[in-house]
């Protein structure tokens, strides 16, 4: 069974500051895939990122980041210097090379206020 | 953008009613799927398909049909709506390729409520 942990449901920030969004994921799969999504107010899935299992390096986008640690099997995603434009629901998700579907998180609900 | 479609993009049913919703991809990927997205559910996947009637189900697939009978559609029919079917209905589409063949973009999603 595969399993992904979004515990902050909420998180408010004040803009410029940075923030990180967890995310701790369960799986047999010894391959498997991680992703990050975005989900402005106006409903759209946008996505952000896929890394592969083998592959811990961190990953650095501009403002963003993702810090992949296999042995806490977490896949944190951070934002620096967030603005208003980053308020969203982020969501992780996992896909492991036997299955067939992405398992979504819960999502975390990010508020950058001005 | 991945070329996807979803039609419509909004609507509303009455219970008991059949609602059909479409998904349209323009790059001839094979593997399409359909998602319902609930408040404290994330995403959930309803039915996916491998291609041209090839389908299987996902995790929540009660109450729904898939067909695809061209590469491009994947629809989803609601056989009876009911309330609890109310929800935003995404489809996604399989990218990448080789190792990296796994489900990554999303269509802009189909409200749909049931009164």
């Known amino acids: 069974a595969q399993k992904v942990t979004q515990a902050q449901t909420e998180i408010s920030v004040v803009e410029k500051e940075d923030v990180t969004l967890d995310c701790v994921y369960e799986t047999r799969d010894t391959t498997y895939y991680l992703f990050w999504y975005k989900q402005p107010p106006s409903g759209e899935l946008v996505f952000l990122i896929r890394?592969?299992?083998?592959?811990?390096q961190n990953e650095i986008s501009g403002r963003y980041s993702w810090n992949f640690q296999k042995s806490t099997s977490s896949f944190n995603f951070t934002i620096t210097a967030s603005q208003v434009v980053d308020s969203a629901v982020y969501f992780c998700?996992?896909?492991?090379?036997?299955?067939?579907?992405?398992?979504f998180g819960e999502g975390t609900q990010l508020t950058v206020n001005p | 953008d991945a070329g996807i479609t979803q039609s419509p993009r909004h609507k509303v049913t009455e219970t008991g009613t059949p609602v059909t919703l479409r998904c349209h991809q323009t790059?001839?990927?094979?593997?399409m799927y359909w998602y319902r997205q609930d408040p404290g559910h994330g995403l959930r996947l309803i039915h996916y398909s491998y291609g041209v009637k090839d389908t299987d189900k996902g995790e929540v697939s009660d109450g729904y049909s898939v067909s695809r009978s061209k590469t491009e559609d994947f629809l989803l029919t609601l056989e009876s709506a009911t309330s609890s079917q109310t929800s935003v209905y995404f489809c996604?589409?399989?990218?990448?390729?080789?190792?990296?063949?796994?489900?990554?973009?999303f269509g802009q999603g189909t409200r749909l409520t049931v009164v």
């Open positions: 890394r592969n299992s083998f592959d811990e």
């Open positions: 996604a589409i399989r990218s990448g390729t080789g190792f990296m063949n796994t489900e990554a973009f």
């Open positions: 998700a996992l896909k492991g090379s036997s299955g067939s579907r992405l398992t």
């Open positions: 790059e001839n990927h094979r593997y």
